[in-house]
C-alpha cells in the first residue's frame, strides 16, 4: 500500500490548513473513487463527528454538541453520531434528550450491546426500573459476555432488592 499524503480522508484530498483547523489527523491511502456521485453530505459527515470527538475529549461539551448535531444533520442514519450526541446531553443533564437520542442509536444498530446498557443506566438513574431492566436484559441477549454488564444488572437486581438474582449476576462478573 502507497500513502498518498497525509490528510482527513472524508473522500477528497484535503490541504494541510485544514488539517490544523480541526486537530485531526488520519493516514488517507489514496483510494480512487468510482465513478459514483460524491455525496457531500455524507463524506462530510465524519469530519464533524471528528471534531465533535475532539471537543469531547477536551471536555467542551457545547462545542462536541455542536458538532454532533452537524454530523446528524448530514448524516442522520450514523447510530454512533446519535450515541455520541446522547452522552453529551448526559453530561449535561439532560435526560430525556440523552433517551431520545440512545433510542434512534439503539434504532439504528439494535445489535451493539453498549447502546442498549448506556439506555439502561439513564433509565435507573430516573428510577424506571422496569425498562432499565429490559434494557439491560437485551445488552445482556446481545453480548452475555460482558462484566460490566454483569455487575449492571447485579446492581439493579440489588437495588430491587431481588438477592438471589443480583448474586447470580455478581457471580457471573467474577469468573
Known amino acids: 500500500m502507497e500513502i498518498a499524503k497525509i490528510g482527513i480522508n472524508p473522500g477528497l484530498p ?22 459514483e456521485e460524491l455525496d457531500i453530505k455524507v463524506d462530510c459527515a465524519p469530519i464533524f463527528l ?3 470527538n475532539f471537543y469531547r475529549a477536551k471536555n467542551e461539551i457545547k462545542e462536541a ?3 454532533y448535531q452537524l454530523s446528524a444533520l448530514l448524516n442522520p442514519e450514523d447510530a454512533w453520531v446519535h450515541f455520541s450526541l ?3 446531553y448526559r453530561k ?3 435526560l430525556d434528550q440523552t433517551i431520545k437520542e440512545y433510542q434512534k442509536a439503539i ?3 439494535p445489535n451493539i450491546a453498549w447502546f442498549h446498557f448506556a439506555l439502561g443506566e439513564v433509565y ?9 431492566l429490559r434494557s439491560l436484559k437485551r445488552a445482556a441477549q446481545i453480548d ?5 454488564l454483569q455487575n449492571a444488572l447485579g446492581d439493579l437486581y440489588l437495588e430491587r432488592k431481588m438477592y438471589e438474582e443480583a448474586y447470580q449476576h455478581f457471580e457471573a462478573a467474577s469468573r
Open 14 to 35: 484535503l490541504e494541510m490548513p485544514y488539517l490544523e483547523k480541526y486537530g485531526v489527523i488520519e493516514l488517507e491511502r489514496g483510494q480512487k473513487r468510482k465513478n
Open 50 to 52: 471528528a471534531q465533535g
Open 65 to 67: 454538541i455542536a458538532n
Open 86 to 88: 446522547g452522552e453529551m
Open 92 to 94: 449535561q443533564g439532560r
Open 107 to 109: 434504532e439504528l444498530e
Open 124 to 132: 435507573r438513574k430516573e428510577n424506571k426500573s422496569n425498562l432499565a
Open 144 to 148: 452475555p459476555s460482558g462484566i460490566w
